[in-house]
């Protein structure tokens, strides 16, 4: 059975299912129901001929493939979808350079995406990530590794996704909790299959910095039986890579308006050159505090699956059976150098510049450093990841009349994070003869000179050893339970009602190090916490007194060529360091403090597990007629649901405290740790409406308006409570504590749009959307009564200020297949451009975007599809945006970025085709700064890569 073949039946299942009735999973995403209208009727015709010829009926029909037949079933779906919702199917997931689901998100209008290591990680929907969105798997909600609400999309390799349906507005029979989106993860299915089939590809992947070729895999097959009633599909990827990220990163801008000479320090210099810092001799700098230079190898390892069976007993009875399997691994090496520009007030060794100068603004733009302080200090970072995600589904779907049908549906869905103190922050501390720091050359970044530059044969002193890493594991049951009517004739075409019981127990254990710092300052420490170590293992520096760490611990450098596209010198290549003989350095010198205080122990207050157990009811009015001759359809639903918190982790036994006359404890007893549980609930009412109008048959008007919802953060629940004596406010010790009462955030929105669909592959859409979020979730300090003593208690309530969030997207898609002649009619064209303001409520906080939120997106795609030949160019860009509006020296941004990918194949015979695909083929840099443009505090190039490979059907 021919590739060919097998798209076309599963393009006609697809229209088939999306018009069909039957409330099945949420994959409802082309859910068009009866019509007065004659255009209407016709579809309904073209449904029932594709449900016919599912069944063993004949039906002649087009033969398509490829890029236009994605766009065209895309747009068949979203013209016929009840609310506004956008979509990836598969064909264009399958044959564009997306290593996962963000990557092949990011191309819907209103969505952006987060990048770790130059690779999609989380998506923001119109401006909203950070747990504003909901992640379901053939609307199921499915569990995720992350620690907190957000999805990482990076987990799910693309080849194992039939089509990605974006929610933006809401329905009443779809999960509750995204008030940004919600995206289902649809995945294929056996009878979706023209009878067996078998499709493979594989490809070698070249990363441009590291130089090194990966491969990647994947593969589906299937069968059914021959009267089509019994089914299996499996499908599996493989792939595996070394991703190579250079970096710069800095912190600590001195700026007078925010709070510099106040709070924060200056860069220190000798204008006077009398051999020490003065009073007066702290200035303003454009060289900041910190500044890091790293370089990231990330060897990362995916293996997934797919399983699908499916039996039709019966004409009225379908039964399925799903699941999905997903490991992704990563190593997440970094290694770096810093240079301390600055008095650290708890580090010993005064930083000694000379040689400066300023720029118009007065701020130090070139230095030097000389003398015995002169250090630089040498790190090892690691955060690796080892994630298991998968799902296991079971649907009914029983038709018991014309008009009735029932659906019932059990899932489980587990991730897991398998961390239990594996990330690694080690620094040592290596002298050189001199720094020098030039930021007046023009460039983007520093230019840093080392002398003499570092090796592994140099002498390191130990300083800091911090070990963390925080497991998760998330456990979701999802149950359905939903049945719907639709009447033979009148204005209610459909009632569709049903009952969801999803609960969710997310749990961290988190794990660091006691005291990072035991071996800095040369036993120090070891002294004061009563550790005895051997004299002679330390050496003085200046004023550094620190512990000599052998030569065999370190590594020379690995890498070459380092920053290359920027102009400015960067250090030369440095070396790394062997952690497991670091650690037996450490032992060396005592053996009880390094178990203690280097290596990673549970921390009880990082540690938690909450469970969500969400009891929800639905009710969903479908409405059909024509208004001044105008056929419409109006979609009335109502969610009710009930969610019931508890929380349980670890926490200080409160009831304990004996308070003096003083307020201070005349105990300790209360300090042991012990579990702690708490629980809350609360109820919400979700109404939500969605009106389609049919200005003519090609024209649609949608008018949606709903309320949402999106649901604490876990760590606003956590039990953990730090009370402070000592720090007293209000005339009272404080308690910081988390609120497991505490209700979901809500919002109203309303989405009005304009879609115009004039060809097979060509359409048109304008649309305007408003988001007002009536309140956030802050801290909130209020004097109260716990276990008899009385606090001034910092806990998650509901805010009394929201935010508004408006908007405009724009979309065009055009096949120039009757517009040009032969060969140029192969070409095409998809744009869009999304516009997302946001303000706040409160007028007294900073006019601020959203973190995270780019007011300017868009996205442009030419494809060229004839003579067996396929090929696409993709530019993706986003305008700056905010990260950190309170970070040292002012607001923190991300610059602009866009990257342009680019895929080309060619058939070679009818099954067979080779393939070429390139990602960031313009090589951009990804970079930010803090208040000014020029304070640049993040930079960093990933490089290209290029894929080569084959594919094809049996």
């Given amino acids: 059975m021919t590739l060919l073949r097998t798209q076309v039946a599963s393009l006609a299942l697809a229209i088939s299912t999306a018009l069909w009735a039957l409330p099945s999973q949420a994959a409802d995403v ?22 016919s010829e599912e069944n063993g009926g004949e039906m002649e029909r087009i033969q398509v493939s490829g890029i236009r037949s994605s766009i065209k079933e895309s747009l068949f779906l979203k013209q016929n979808a009840t609310s506004v919702v956008d979509l990836v199917v598969a064909d264009d997931i399958g044959k564009f350079p997306d290593e996962n689901l963000a990557e092949a998100l990011q191309r819907i209008p209103g969505i952006t995406i987060t990048r770790n290591g130059g690779e999609g990680q989380n998506i923001l929907v119109r401006g909203l990530g950070d747990g504003y969105n909901i992640t379901t798997l053939n609307g199921r909600k499915l569990a995720s590794e992350f620690a907190g609400r957000d999805f990482n999309f990076d987990t799910i390799a693309s080849e194992l996704v039939n089509v990605l349906a974006v929610y933006k507005s809401p329905e009443a029979r779809l999960t509750e909790g995204g008030i940004g989106a919600i995206v289902d993860i649809q995945t294929r299915k056996p009878l979706d299959m023209n009878g067996f089939t078998l499709q493979a590809s594989a490809k070698g992947i070249h990363e441009s910095r590291t130089g090194d070729i990966h491969p990647h895999a994947s593969f589906i097959i299937g069968d059914q039986n021959d009267e089509g009633t019994l089914g299996a599909l499996f499908s599996a990827v493989y792939s595996k890579k070394t991703l190579r990220a250079d970096t710069y990163s800095a912190d600590g801008f001195f700026d007078e308006d925010e709070g510099w000479g106040v709070d924060s320090a ?16 702290i200035y303003a700098s454009k060289i900041p505090s910190y500044m890091y230079f790293a370089n990231a190898q990330d060897v990362r390892e995916r293996i997934g699956s797919t399983l699908a069976l499916q039996w039709r007993p019966s004409d009225d009875l379908l039964l399925s059976l799903d699941g999905l399997y997903s490991r992704y691994n990563t190593d997440g090496h970094r290694y770096q150098i810093g240079f301390v520009n600055y008095d650290e007030s708890w580090t010993p060794g005064t930083p000694l510049f000379t040689d400066a100068s300023f720029d118009e603004l007065g701020r130090v733009v070139k230095m030097k450093q000389t003398g015995d302080n002169t250090m630089v200090e040498l790190l090892n970072i690691s955060e690796p990841r080892q994630t298991d995600t998968w799902q296991l589904g079971l649907n009914a779907a029983w038709q018991p009349t014309d008009n009735w049908s029932v659906m019932a549906d059990l899932a489980y869905s587990q991730a897991d994070n398998k961390n239990k103190g594996d990330n690694r922050f080690i620094v040592a501390r290596g002298f050189v003869d001199s720094i020098g720091i030039d930021y007046s050359t023009g460039n983007t970044l520093p230019d840093v000179s080392i002398s003499p530059a570092l090796t592994a044969d140099q002498t390191y002193g130990a300083h800091y050893s911090y070990n963390s890493g925080t497991g998760v594991k998330d456990k979701i049951s999802d149950l359905k339970l939903e049945a719907s009517y639709e009447p033979d004739d009148g204005i209610i075409s459909k009632l569709h009602f049903g009952l969801n019981y999803v609960k969710q127990s997310k749990g ?21 916490d009563g550790y005895d170590f051997a004299p002679g293992q330390v050496f003085t520096q200046g004023e550094f007194e620190l512990f000599r760490i052998p030569e065999n611990v370190f590594v020379p450098a690995n890498f070459d060529n380092f920053l290359e596209g920027e102009n400015s010198v960067s250090p030369d290549p440095w070396p790394s360091f062997d952690y497991d003989a670091l650690l037996a350095f ?25 469970s969500e157990a969400v009891t929800s009811a639905f009710v969903q009015l479908t409405l059909e007629d024509e208004l001044w001759e105008l056929p419409y359809m109006l979609n009335l639903g109502l969610r009710g649901s009930h969610t019931q918190v508890d929380s349980s982790g670890f926490g200080y036994d409160l009831a304990k405290v004996v308070l003096d006359g003083e307020g201070q404890p005349s105990n300790n007893d209360w300090r042991q740790v012990v579990a702690t549980q708490y629980e809350g609930s609360y109820n919400s009412l979700l109404p939500s409406i969605n009106l389609r109008v049919n200005l003519q048959d090609d024209l649609l008007l949608r008018v949606s308006a709903a309320q949402t919802l999106s649901r604490p953060s876990l760590y606003a629940l956590r039990t953990w409570a730090s009370p402070d004596f000592t720090n007293r406010k209000e005339g009272l010790p404080t308690l910081s504590r988390g609120n497991p009462g505490v209700k979901a955030e809500e ?21 305007v959307f408003i988001k007002d979020i009536k309140s956030f979730i802050e801290n909130d300090e209020n004097a109260m009564d716990v276990d008899g003593n009385r606090y001034l208690v910092s806990q998650p309530e509901s805010g009394q200020y929201g935010a508004k969030i408006t908007g405009y997207e724009l979309a065009w898609q055009q096949s120039f297949e009757e517009w ?41 795609v030419l494809y060229y599809e004839k003579y067996g030949l396929q090929g696409r160019l993709a530019y993706n860009w986003r305008s700056k945006f905010l990260v950190d509006p309170e970070a040292w020296g002012g607001p923190a941004w991300i610059n602009a970025y866009g990257q342009l990918d680019a895929s080309l194949s060619y058939e070679l015979m009818e099954n067979l085709t080779v393939f070429m695909e390139a990602s960031n083929l313009d090589n951009n840099r990804y970079s930010g700064y803090i208040k000014r443009p020029d304070q640049v505090n993040y930079l960093e190039r990933f490089g290209t890569q290029i894929a080569l490979g084959i594919r094809g059907s049996f």
Avoid: C, H
Wanted: no cysteine.
């Fill in 30 to 51: 082309g859910s068009a129901t009866k019509d007065k209208s004659q255009a209407q009727t016709n579809q309904k015709q073209q449904t029932e001929e594709a449900q």
């Fill in 266 to 281: 200056g860069v220190p210099v000798d204008t006077n050159n009398n051999g020490a810092i003065d009073e007066g001799e």
């Fill in 508 to 528: 961290q254990d988190a794990f660091r190090s006691r005291n990072p710092s035991q071996f800095s300052r040369g036993g120090y420490y070891l002294t004061r």
């Fill in 586 to 610: 450490y032992r060396s010198i005592n053996s009880e403090a390094a178990d203690a205080s280097i290596v990673a122990s549970q921390s009880k207050s990082g540690s938690y597990e909450v």
């Fill in 747 to 767: 919002a109203y929105q309303g989405d009005v749009t304009l879609e115009w669909y004039y060809g097979d592959s060509s359409s048109l859409a304008a649309g």
């Fill in 820 to 860: 040009l002649p032969e060969p140029m009619d192969g070409f095409g064209i998809q744009l869009n451009y999304t516009f997302v303001d946001s303000k706040y409520d409160d007028p007294e906080r900073l006019e601020l975007p959203f973190v995270g939120m780019s007011e300017n997106s868009y996205n442009a």
